[in-house]
């Protein structure tokens, strides 16, 4: 059965096509706000690239180059640059943006971010920010960046501390050196008022004013508060309490011999009546003496010699057998040889250490020949000469023939006899210029025997000599004297004083005048101090007892370290030899005359110049350093530096003629800020003779100049120019000359402008090269073998609106070169490239040239 299908009525399509329009109607509507909504979007995604690429092209600047503004304006709320950075106005994607920059120096406080003037000290933080303006319909739309830029290496100088320092009578003391204990690098000089003043970075810190010869005057610690002055109270300086230490000086660098016998007839080796001679020797020194053949230590020899007579050594000549072999001179011990093994004298029996024989006998032979003029010597090898000097000698004449000792082993002066030594007659060395001894060891050495010894003259005969002759066996003797340290440097370990040099002084005795030396170290400061003494090589160290104020403390005592060696006998002994050097010298100004007080480092020893400008040390051996007037110390003169080397043992000479000087100042900028870290030098006549650099408020001190007239210049590295390029300034003694202000630039110029193809900006990138050689229509591939000895290329690539800065070295012509690569649909890319010639560039300038291809 068939049935006819119905269709759509009227009705019913209008209805259909009423909800369809309805529909498409409202995806019309819709649609047009998708497309405002990506609009917006887009618009600010570009924004924020245009901010983003700005905030990353100023980071890679340096901290110093990154200038900031000092000549803002202000649009719609926006405050920018008009100057370094000023409003760039781009097209990207079809909007038109104004990108504005603006940066500040700012400073944080309890995490608050806040500006601060550009005309402030560097606070170690600089704040950039971008905007980027757009219009939307009639609406002026901004997106905004922020960032900070820190410099860790400052601490900015947002406070100042002043003051005076006064005498304690309340008059101005000028030239002291006030520094901040905790940073010494913040420091000044008082002036003639006795005021100071200095800048600091803020917090709590303690002051300090020193000067040479007074007590460091220190104060409570004090808040300095950041953006004011902080005024301390007057500090006083007192002159250091001092007193004096004295003594006697002694050396004991070698045996003696302390007595000869030339004839006694006594009891000897069993027999009566045998013509005894014998020479006594004592060791004064700290170590053991060996003495004869076939012994491993230091050998000692004793000769004899007379005057165009006989002459014997005891090598070959004379032999001598010693009963105990290695016997040894410990300190303080004496050492006997004789022509008899044994023999009686005085009553007592001696054995001999050593005796002359004849085929292993004591050969009892008139060796020293009595009723002449003669010597006996101690050598290292025999014979004595005029070339082997020995190293002690006795010489007696005999003046009724008219006979003298031979010279070449004599000393300053001979015992003067009229028959020469006769029988039962004594030499005896004296144990100290007022002692002649069998108590202390025979010692005393003047270099002159006719005052060494006690010897038979007017109002002593041979019944008046009856001293004891030592063996070896008789033990040890204290040694009370010795060589007489004539000259020898004397320091303390009080820092506040100087040195000096022990003197010459005599004393009366059986009718002759017997020299001695005395210290006296004078201005020491009160308390306990360590004393150093040195001369030829030998040297010794004691502590002294309490040193008072203007009081002489005699050294060393028995509380001293070494003590006394005889109560009531405040002598050093030079004994032993030291393993560093001495540094000595006089420091003078340039009229030649001595400067006292001023500072001498000498290794890790401190001292201060004498009255007669002398100082002295004990340093290391090998080099050393020694700085006189370190870091101008004394504001007046120069500080002059030396590296000698110091052998072991030796008194090094080192004299300094110090100059009056002063120092220059300057002031360093990047034409808006403070320049930190700069280096500068002082020249003349082409040498240079200081440098400096400069602090983080841009100020720059070079000191320790003598006077004159200097050239100061920056020290421009590659980049960079200077204006002006040097200044002059003529230093005056104690006195900071500012020379001026130094603007710091860059010596690069850019090639800017904007890159377009067909008519159309170039908005995808395009690479540009610059070089004062040309570049070929492909890039040229680079390798750090040969980098070094190509020609330099300069490459930068355009930004999103079409526009390059292309920083080259100013003062040279360049040819550029374009690259702009295009992709077809089907993957390919070629590049199109088009050169440019004689661009010429100059330093910190701008030079315009628009590419266009083709």
Same mark, same amino acid.
């Given at each position: 059965?068939?049935?006819?299908?119905?269709?759509?009525?009227?009705?019913?399509?209008?209805?259909?096509?009423?909800?369809?329009?309805?529909?498409?109607?409202?995806?019309?509507?819709?649609?047009?706000?998708?497309?405002?909504?990506?609009?917006?979007?887009?618009?600010?995604?570009?924004?924020?690239?245009?901010?983003?690429?700005?905030?990353?092209?100023?980071?890679?600047?340096?901290?110093? #180059?990154?200038?900031?503004?000092?000549?803002?304006? /202000?649009?719609?709320?926006?405050?920018?640059?008009?100057?370094?950075?000023?409003?760039?106005?781009?097209?990207?994607?079809?909007?038109?943006?104004?990108?504005?920059?603006?940066?500040?120096?700012?400073?944080?406080?309890?995490?608050?971010?806040?500006?601060?003037?550009?005309?402030?000290?560097?606070?170690?933080?600089?704040?950039?920010?971008?905007?980027?303006?757009?219009?939307?319909?009639?609406?002026?739309?901004?997106?905004?960046?922020?960032?900070?830029?820190?410099?860790?290496?400052?601490?900015?100088?947002?406070?100042?501390?002043?003051?005076?320092?006064?005498?304690?009578?309340?008059?101005?003391?000028?030239?002291?050196?006030?520094?901040?204990?905790?940073?010494?690098?913040?420091?000044?000089?008082?002036?003639?008022?006795?005021?100071?003043?200095?800048?600091?970075?803020?917090?709590?810190?303690?002051?300090?004013?020193?000067?040479?010869?007074?007590?460091?005057?220190?104060?409570?610690?004090?808040?300095?508060?950041?953006?004011?002055?902080?005024?301390?109270?007057?500090?006083?300086?007192?002159?250091?309490?001092?007193?004096?230490?004295?003594?006697?000086?002694?050396?004991?660098?070698?045996?003696?011999?302390?007595?000869?016998?030339?004839?006694?007839?006594?009891?000897?080796?069993?027999?009566?009546?045998?013509?005894?001679?014998?020479?006594?020797?004592?060791?004064?020194?700290?170590?053991?003496?060996?003495?004869?053949?076939?012994?491993?230590?230091?050998?000692?020899?004793?000769?004899?010699?007379?005057?165009?007579?006989?002459?014997?050594?005891?090598?070959?000549?004379?032999?001598?057998?010693?009963?105990?072999?290695?016997?040894?001179?410990?300190?303080?011990?004496?050492?006997?040889?004789?022509?008899?093994?044994?023999?009686?004298?005085?009553?007592?029996?001696?054995?001999?250490?050593?005796?002359?024989?004849?085929?292993?006998?004591?050969?009892?032979?008139?060796?020293?020949?009595?009723?002449?003029?003669?010597?006996?010597?101690?050598?290292?090898?025999?014979?004595?000469?005029?070339?082997?000097?020995?190293?002690?000698?006795?010489?007696?004449?005999?003046?009724?023939?008219?006979?003298?000792?031979?010279?070449?082993?004599?000393?300053?002066?001979?015992?003067?006899?009229?028959?020469?030594?006769?029988?039962?007659?004594?030499?005896?060395?004296?144990?100290?210029?007022?002692?002649?001894?069998?108590?202390?060891?025979?010692?005393?050495?003047?270099?002159?025997?006719?005052?060494?010894?006690?010897?038979?003259?007017?109002?002593?005969?041979?019944?008046?000599?009856?001293?004891?002759?030592?063996?070896?066996?008789?033990?040890?003797?204290?040694?009370?004297?010795?060589?007489?340290?004539?000259?020898?440097?004397?320091?303390?370990?009080?820092?506040?004083?100087?040195?000096?040099?022990?003197?010459?002084?005599?004393?009366?005795?059986?009718?002759?005048?017997?020299?001695?030396?005395?210290?006296?170290?004078?201005?020491?400061?009160?308390?306990?101090?360590?004393?150093?003494?040195?001369?030829? #090589?030998?040297?010794?160290?004691?502590?002294?007892?309490?040193?008072?104020?203007?009081?002489?403390?005699?050294?060393?005592?028995?509380?001293?370290?070494?003590?006394?060696?005889?109560?009531?006998?405040?002598?050093?002994?030079?004994?032993?030899?030291?393993?560093?050097?001495?540094?000595?010298?006089?420091?003078?100004?340039?009229?030649?005359?001595?400067?006292?007080?001023?500072?001498?480092?000498?290794?890790?020893?401190?001292?201060?110049?004498?009255?007669?400008?002398?100082?002295?040390?004990?340093?290391?051996?090998?080099?050393?350093?020694?700085?006189?007037?370190?870091?101008?110390?004394?504001?007046?003169?120069?500080?002059?530096?030396?590296?000698?080397?110091?052998?072991?043992?030796?008194?090094? /000479?080192?004299?300094?003629?110090? @100059?009056?000087?002063?120092?220059?100042?300057?002031?360093?900028?990047?034409?808006?800020?403070?320049?930190?870290?700069?280096?500068?030098?002082?020249?003349?006549?082409?040498?240079?003779?200081?440098?400096?650099?400069?602090?983080?408020?841009?100020?720059?001190?070079?000191?320790?100049?003598?006077?004159?007239?200097?050239?100061?210049?920056?020290?421009?590295?590659?980049? @960079?120019?200077?204006?002006?390029?040097?200044?002059? #300034?003529?230093?005056?003694?104690?006195?900071?000359?500012?020379?001026?202000?130094?603007?710091?630039?860059?010596?690069?110029?850019?090639?800017?402008?904007?890159?377009?193809?067909?008519?159309?900006?170039?908005?995808?990138?395009?690479?540009?090269?610059?070089?004062?050689?040309?570049? #070929?229509?492909?890039?040229?591939?680079?390798?750090?073998?040969?980098?070094?000895?190509?020609?330099?290329?300069?490459?930068?690539?355009?930004?999103?609106?079409?526009?390059?800065?292309?920083?080259?070295?100013?003062?040279?012509?360049?040819?550029?070169?374009?690259?702009?690569?295009?992709?077809?649909?089907?993957?390919?890319?070629?590049?199109?490239?088009?050169?440019?010639?004689?661009?010429?560039?100059?330093?910190?300038?701008?030079?315009?040239?628009?590419?266009?291809?083709?």
């Amino acid at each position: 059965m068939r049935r006819d299908r119905r269709g759509v009525t009227l009705v019913e399509l209008m209805i259909a096509m009423a909800i369809l329009s309805v529909a498409i109607l409202g995806f019309v509507g819709a649609f047009r706000f998708i497309t405002r909504s990506l609009y917006i979007s887009r618009s600010r995604i570009l924004a924020t690239n245009l901010a983003q690429e700005k905030i990353e092209s100023l980071k890679n600047l340096k901290y110093y #180059g990154l200038l900031l503004t000092t000549a803002p304006a /202000t649009f719609s709320g926006i405050t920018y640059d008009t100057g370094s950075y000023p409003p760039e106005t781009l097209n990207v994607g079809g909007i038109n943006y104004t990108r504005y920059t603006h940066v500040s120096m700012v400073q944080v406080d309890n995490d608050v971010v806040s500006e601060v003037a550009y005309t402030n000290p560097d606070t170690g933080m600089k704040q950039v920010k971008v905007h980027v303006t757009w219009t939307d319909g009639n609406t002026l739309k901004k997106w905004s960046l922020t960032n900070l830029f820190e410099n860790p290496n400052v601490n900015p100088l947002d406070a100042s501390i002043s003051g005076y320092v006064k005498w304690p009578d309340g008059t101005a003391f000028p030239s002291a050196v006030v520094k901040v204990q905790e940073n010494p690098d913040w420091n000044a000089t008082t002036d003639s008022s006795g005021y100071y003043n200095f800048r600091v970075y803020h917090g709590s810190y303690t002051i300090r004013a020193s000067s040479a010869g007074f007590k460091d005057a220190i104060s409570a610690q004090i808040v300095a508060n950041q953006g004011s002055n902080t005024t301390l109270a007057d500090l006083t300086m007192n002159a250091i309490a001092s007193g004096t230490i004295a003594g006697y000086v002694w050396m004991n660098p070698t045996v003696l011999i302390s007595q000869v016998v030339s004839s006694t007839v006594t009891f000897a080796d069993g027999t009566d009546n045998v013509d005894v001679e014998f020479v006594e020797l004592f060791n004064p020194t700290t170590y053991t003496i060996t003495v004869g053949v076939g012994m491993n230590i230091t050998q000692l020899y004793v000769g004899y010699k007379r005057s165009g007579g006989s002459a014997f050594c005891e090598t070959a000549d004379r032999p001598v057998t010693y009963p105990v072999p290695g016997t040894v001179m410990e300190p303080g011990e004496y050492f006997l040889i004789a022509n008899a093994a044994t023999f009686m004298h005085f009553g007592v029996m001696k054995n001999a250490d050593g005796y002359w024989h004849s085929a292993g006998v004591p050969d009892h032979a008139d060796g020293i020949q009595n009723d002449q003029s003669g010597c006996v010597y101690l050598t290292y090898s025999c014979p004595a000469s005029a070339a082997n000097r020995p190293i002690d000698a006795v010489g007696w004449s005999k003046s009724g023939a008219g006979q003298s000792p031979p010279s070449e082993c004599t000393e300053d002066a001979t015992i003067p006899q009229s028959q020469g030594l006769e029988t039962g007659e004594q030499l005896v060395r004296i144990s100290s210029p007022l002692v002649v001894s069998n108590v202390y060891g025979r010692a005393y050495d003047s270099n002159n025997n006719a005052r060494d010894f006690i010897y038979p003259h007017s109002g002593y005969t041979p019944s008046d000599l009856r001293y004891q002759t030592f063996n070896n066996a008789d033990g040890t003797q204290t040694v009370i004297a010795g060589v007489p340290a004539h000259g020898a440097y004397v320091t303390a370990s009080d820092s506040n004083s100087g040195s000096t040099q022990a003197y010459t002084t005599f004393v009366s005795s059986n009718g002759l005048s017997i020299p001695y030396a005395r210290y006296k170290l004078i201005g020491v400061s009160t308390g306990y101090w360590t004393v150093e003494i040195a001369s030829h #090589g030998f040297y010794a160290s004691i502590s002294t007892p309490l040193v008072n104020q203007n009081q002489v403390t005699l050294a060393p005592l028995e509380e001293s370290t070494p003590s006394w060696r005889v109560a009531g006998f405040p002598a050093v002994h030079l004994s032993t030899s030291f393993v560093g050097g001495f540094v000595k010298g006089i420091v003078s100004n340039s009229s030649n005359n001595p400067l006292s007080g001023i500072q001498i480092i000498a290794g890790a020893q401190i001292k201060l110049t004498g009255s007669n400008g002398e100082y002295f040390a004990s340093v290391s051996s090998g080099p050393v350093t020694i700085v006189a007037n370190p870091s101008n110390a004394n504001p007046a003169y120069t500080q002059e530096t030396v590296f000698p080397t110091v052998e072991s043992g030796q008194v090094y /000479t080192q004299n300094f003629t110090l @100059q009056l000087g002063g120092s220059l100042s300057g002031y360093i900028t990047t034409g808006t800020g403070p320049l930190p870290n700069f280096p500068v030098t002082a020249n003349m006549g082409g040498n240079q003779y200081g440098q400096g650099t400069t602090n983080t408020t841009g100020v720059f001190t070079i000191r320790n100049l003598s006077s004159g007239t200097y050239t100061v210049s920056p020290v421009v590295q590659v980049g @960079q120019d200077s204006s002006p390029n040097s200044l002059e #300034g003529t230093v005056v003694s104690t006195t900071t000359i500012f020379v001026g202000t130094f603007t710091i630039t860059g010596s690069f110029g850019n090639i800017i402008g904007t890159v377009s193809k067909d008519g159309a900006t170039v908005t995808s990138g395009a690479l540009l090269l610059a070089s004062t050689g040309t570049v #070929g229509s492909t890039p040229p591939s680079i390798a750090a073998s040969s980098a070094p000895a190509l020609t330099p290329i300069y490459a930068i690539s355009s930004r999103s609106d079409g526009s390059y800065v292309l920083p080259v070295r100013g003062n040279n012509t360049y040819y550029l070169t374009v690259y702009v690569p295009e992709m077809s649909n089907s993957g390919s890319v070629t590049v199109s490239t088009k050169t440019y010639a004689d661009i010429i560039v100059s330093p910190s300038q701008n030079t315009t040239r628009n590419v266009v291809l083709p």
